[in-house]
């Protein structure tokens, strides 16, 4: 839009300035009249490709409104049409060439006054209900990565800028917070879990209650469960509709596990990324390959691939539960078979978990565009598994959790903690209590491999960590971009929903094992916040 709006007013100088209309004439013009009309012509049908190849973006001061990119097209086209409806009536060239120079200007300028009104917010729309200033904001995007503050206004960011900037978008009602150099990031989504699904893992007495204000203490604003049967979806219809979800949901439909494949979504009548209300929404189909590291691959290549043909061929998205190389080598072939040569960009299909992969394997996912969801937390304990110990050859042992690999490849990784399995001893009767899946935590084993126990991990692990600013990106805007939501969430940017935290540090700007020392201070999902650290009301709305 910005670039069209420049053509627009380019075309409003270059008219206004006779003397300068030589320079965009082409030379090898045969009447000045015919080539004029040319010239403006290509620049409106140009400005007109722009505004037909840009994603309509939301006002930097009206989250609600859509940019009038019609007006501007409209613009320049009747400024082109202007001039050769003059010239074309002219008895000579010489007498109608200063008439129609003089009548595009005047055309030129009237919609250009009209555009930048359209543009011109009201000062009601001006008003933030919401500033959060003087601090690090990390907004993950290229064009600006770092701000001072953040204005919001209902659910949506309203702007981001400089503390002068977006200070003066206060209105008389707007609530002021000063982040004294703390550090404001995009909502954290955790990639893959079982949160709500399997909370009996975390012992006692856990209700659903518990398990979402665990979540959000623990830095997160939205969660993938990853194995969504018909009864959970249920669950999770019935918690949307009584605007019991304080946080987003993207549910991943189980339809094959233990050898049994019931692909019970098609009778229920759920459609790809159908939104149950403004937290939930279908986003996927699940399958689970295999158990442990191999010791179980519940279906053949043949099943396999006819039940990923299933999903995609009605546009689902597939997310395959895989460890074993036997697996990802199986589900890699699927992927291939259903995309059909075709890019990864519109189903963005999955492999959750990676496991153990062969050079071969991560060539291959590479040259499919696979996503790849991987675990941060205790994930340099996989070796340590009998499971693994037993099935995953000696020489295969530290082709696992290839994280570095992967990146290297170009493959495109998406962050997530596996909660409750990956934070509490199940398979040792619960002894142990229960680890936390914090964002903080995600980071900090993300960029060094430590794990819960205090095992060392080795040489050849710490060398597969990502760095802080790729963990950061895995789990915002790679992880909304794996959930379809990339329009919406995963970075700060205005017209997006206003899903922050706040953390007590910026994690990258301390050293990395000052990094378990971060504090997560508030949790906003849609403009609300939903998590407010003990003593922390100075940054928390009521």
Known sequence: MKRALVSLMWIVLVLSGLGLTCNFIPQSAQTP?????????????????????TTPTKSILNPTATAPANKINQALTQIAQTGIALTD????????????????AQTATALASQTRSSLTPTPQTEQADIIYYNGQVVTMEKDQPVAQAIAIRGEFILAVGRNEQILALKG??????????????????DSHAHRIGDRNLYG??????????????EGWTGINELFVTDARLAELQSLAQQNKLPLRVSAYLAVGFDYAYNPWYQAAGIKPLQQFGPYLQAAGIKITLDREWGEQVFFNQEQLNQMVIDATSHGWQVAIHSFSPAANGEALEAYEKALGGQPNSNLRLRLEHTGTMTDAEVQKMAKLGIIGSVQFINASLWVEDASFKKFIPFNEVEHTARW?????SGIFLIGNTDDPWCCTDWRN????PTDPASVVQAIYQGVTRQNYLGIKPAQWQVAQAVTVDEALKMMTINAAYANHQDSILGSLVPGKYADVVILSANPLAISIDQIPAIKVMMTMVGGAARF??????SICTP
């Open 204 to 217: 006692g007495t856990t209700t659903i209650d518990d398990v979402l204000s665990k979540t959000l203490a």
């Open 89 to 104: 009536n002219a008895p000579t060239p010489e007498t109608k060439f200063m008439l129609a120079l003089t009548a595009q």
């Open 404 to 408: 570095r690999d992967m990146l290297t």
């Open 429 to 432: 009767g619960f002894k142990r």
């Open 33 to 53: 009249i015919s080539k004029i009309n040319q010239a403006l012509t290509e620049q409106a049908q140009t400005s007109s490709a722009l505004l037909e190849n």
């Open 172 to 189: 008389p009602t707007t609530r002021l917070f000063d982040l004294s150099g703390m550090a404001l990031f995009p909502g954290f989504i």
């Open 532 to 537: 407010c650290a003990s003593g922390q009301s």
